[in-house]
Nanobody
């Protein structure tokens, strides 16, 4: 069982930056691939980025590549999402998720554990 707690969301002006954190419980964090997803009001949950358990492999949705960076610190059981050059359309609840079996995926159904989400609001 893994529990995930996101933090770092908030209100930021367009062009600003935020770093989201997701702290995981348990001793086997490095075995899990981790992903970040987001969901805006009235929209489906969408993939943002994923990272393998070792941290050596990362995946991004094309529209966010170059602005967002996923990373992890296995010693701290934490995965991060650095978000730069934020746009109003980035406003959403951001969720982290843990994949016990894969190397990271854009498919939310492949993730086994989810955090409660953190709100990111980008003002224009």
């Amino acid at each position: 069982q893994v529990q995930l707690v996101e933090s770092g969301g908030g209100l930021v002006p367009a062009g600003g930056s935020l770093r989201l954190s997701c702290a995981a419980s348990g001793r086997t964090f490095s075995r899990y691939a981790m992903g970040w997803f987001r969901q805006a009001p009235g929209k489906e949950r969408e993939f943002v980025a994923a990272i393998s358990g070792s941290g050596r492999v990362t995946y991004y949705v094309n529209s966010m590549k170059g602005r967002f960076t996923i990373s992890r610190d296995n010693a701290k059981n934490t995965v991060y999402l650095q978000m730069n050059s934020l746009k109003p359309e980035d406003t959403a609840v951001y969720y982290c998720a843990a994949d016990a079996w894969g190397e990271g995926s854009s498919n939310p159904s492949e993730y086994d554990y989810w955090g409660q989400g953190t709100q990111v609001t980008v003002s224009s």
